[in-house]
């Protein structure tokens, strides 16, 4: 085979992701914590969060080096909203330093921070008011943007208001597999539209402090395939894709909040509130209609049992999905747009430099369509606290290993992998045939110029 070369274009960003609750470490003074200490089966093996990757405790600097030992230029994190504020309207300034710190030693390395200011976790005075729920939510929220802007805008320009609003509130007050544990649509719809009335009021907000700022959300897309060519099974998966994607990005784009069955009303603060989009993209799912299911609306899913999938009830591993995520968000806003996430569960590394070669592949198509994908952040730069996973072995992320006794870390082949790309900003047939080697034909299809038949007429 001959070589090829996939090149990327000069400006373009390469990064890894991490949220705070998930490296941070002792972060005691939020809902999650206090829900990891509440034990029951809530979190694999019971685990709890406890030092995490120690970044509280100074290892978020030498992270910073590996971050540079990379060639990354920008990395994604949040700030924990329950360490800055941690009662209603008292700031710890502290937290506030060593977040100066943690951005610092990020611009120092030329690593571009894009602070994300909510990834699913609240302080215990706010959860203890009724969170999200609560109508005044998006006030208490926009106190501590103001705080945060005040404080960091002269270390950070990109601002990611919410981490995927929809999964938050899907898995918090839909599921009860998070915090608070509420099992109820309405609930969920309540939240949703209350994450996205705190996202505008921030927008606005943080344009009127910062006017470069450039602020935007992270969406989670999941896809939503029939698991058959039922009519039913059809129904299903569109209902499952309007209430878990459509519904948010329908009232971004246009202002109308529109949930199934439960009325209609116009947000018109919300319409237009993002210079860019984010998305985060993992899985895709087979959705059937079943009779049995009552509670969750006759909706029922799972990865294609005949697909590769990850651990648990983790969706298909399909990372050609992420340019029909992509094209969907293009279409829909046509705005710049960010991977603000992207990775997969593997412990032992055997997956994800394919992963990482495959899901390129489809941004570099996009790219090559002329789509503005700016950026990509890769989930994640170390193995962290997979929130209800906990510490679950085979719920690994990192392109660096951690061990979490010892705190040691240890760059996977894949972290190998992206440096390479990152460095050279291109893939070659030569990085696929030394680190998947059985994704050659998958990533360059075509056999080169000797392929090439003279037709004689
Ligand atoms: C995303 C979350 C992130 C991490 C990855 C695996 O949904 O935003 O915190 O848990 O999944």
């Known amino acids: 085979m001959a070589e090829a070369t996939l090149h990327f274009p000069p400006d373009f960003l390469w990064g890894t992701a991490t949220s705070a609750h998930q490296v941070e470490g002792n972060n005691a003074n939020n809902d999650w914590w206090d829900w990891e200490q509440k034990g029951e089966g809530r979190i694999f093996d019971g685990h709890t969060s406890g030092l995490a990757c120690d970044?509280?405790?100074?290892?978020?600097?030498?992270?910073?080096?590996?971050?540079?030992?990379?060639?990354?230029?920008?990395?994604?994190?949040?700030?924990?909203?329950?360490?800055?504020?941690?009662?209603?309207?008292?700031?710890?300034?502290?937290?506030?330093?060593?977040?100066?710190?943690?951005?610092?030693?990020?611009?120092?390395?030329?690593?571009?921070?894009?602070?994300?200011?909510?990834?699913?976790?609240?302080?215990?005075?706010?959860?203890?008011?009724?969170?999200?729920?609560?109508?005044?939510?998006?006030?208490?929220?926009?106190?501590?943007?103001?705080?945060?802007?005040?404080?960091?805008?002269?270390?950070?320009t990109m601002w990611c208001t919410i981490n995927e609003p929809n999964v938050y509130a899907s898995l918090g007050y839909f599921s009860g597999r998070w915090p608070p544990g509420t099992q109820s649509l309405d609930s969920y719809l309540r939240v949703l539209k209350n994450l996205l009335l705190a996202h505008a009021a921030a927008y606005t907000l943080i344009h009127d402090m910062q006017p470069q700022a450039e602020v935007g959300l992270a969406k989670h897309i999941a896809l939503w395939r029939p698991a058959s060519r039922?009519?039913?099974?059809?129904?299903?998966?569109?209902?499952?894709?309007?209430?878990?994607?459509?519904?948010?990005?329908?009232?971004?784009?246009?202002?109308?909040?529109?949930?199934?069955?439960?009325?209609?009303?116009?947000?018109?603060?919300?319409?237009?509130?993002?210079?860019?989009?984010?998305?985060?993209?993992?899985?895709?799912?087979?959705?059937?209609?079943?009779?049995?299911?009552?509670?969750?609306?006759?909706?029922?899913?799972?990865?294609?049992?005949?697909?590769?999938?990850?651990?648990?009830?983790?969706?298909?591993?399909?990372?050609?999905?992420?340019?029909?995520?992509?094209?969907?968000?293009?279409?829909?806003?046509?705005?710049?747009?960010?991977?603000?996430?992207?990775?997969?569960?593997?412990?032992?590394?055997?997956?994800?430099?394919?992963?990482?070669?495959?899901s390129l592949r489809q941004v570099w198509k996009a790219i090559n369509h002329n789509w503005p994908v700016k950026g990509y952040y890769f989930w994640s730069l170390v193995d962290n606290f997979e929130w209800a996973e906990g510490y679950d072995p085979r719920f690994r992320f990192g392109l660096v290993g951690v061990d979490f006794e010892s705190q040691a870390r240890t760059l996977r082949q894949s972290g190998e992998l992206y440096a390479e790309i990152a460095q050279t900003r291109t893939i070659t047939t030569d990085m696929a045939r030394r680190y998947a080697p059985q994704a050659v034909e998958a990533l360059f299809p075509g056999k080169g110029p000797e392929d090439l038949r003279v037709v004689s007429l």
């Open 55 to 156: 970044w509280w405790g100074g290892r978020a600097e030498e992270d910073i080096e590996r971050m540079a030992a990379l060639h990354t230029n920008t990395h994604r994190l949040s700030i924990e909203w329950s360490r800055i504020e941690p009662s209603e309207g008292s700031w710890n300034r502290a937290a506030l330093d060593r977040y100066r710190a943690i951005l610092g030693a990020l611009r120092d390395k030329g690593i571009e921070p894009m602070v994300t200011l909510h990834h699913f976790t609240n302080p215990l005075w706010f959860a203890q008011r009724g969170g999200w729920l609560h109508p005044d939510a998006p006030r208490w929220f926009q106190n501590f943007v103001k705080k945060a802007i005040t404080e960091l805008a002269d270390l950070c």
């Open 230 to 358: 039922s009519p039913l099974d059809w129904l299903a998966a569109r209902a499952i894709d309007r209430v878990f994607n459509g519904v948010t990005l329908n009232a971004l784009e246009t202002g109308e909040w529109r949930p199934p069955l439960k009325g209609e009303e116009t947000l018109g603060q919300v319409k237009g509130t993002l210079d860019w989009i984010g998305v985060n993209y993992y899985s895709r799912y087979d959705v059937r209609f079943s009779l049995s299911a009552l509670k969750s609306l006759g909706i029922t899913y799972r990865a294609n049992p005949y697909a590769p999938k990850g651990p648990e009830s983790w969706g298909e591993l399909y990372p050609d999905g992420l340019y029909e995520a992509i094209k969907r968000l293009h279409r829909q806003f046509g705005l710049p747009l960010y991977i603000t996430e992207n990775g997969i569960p593997d412990e032992h590394d055997n997956k994800r430099p394919r992963w990482i070669l495959e």
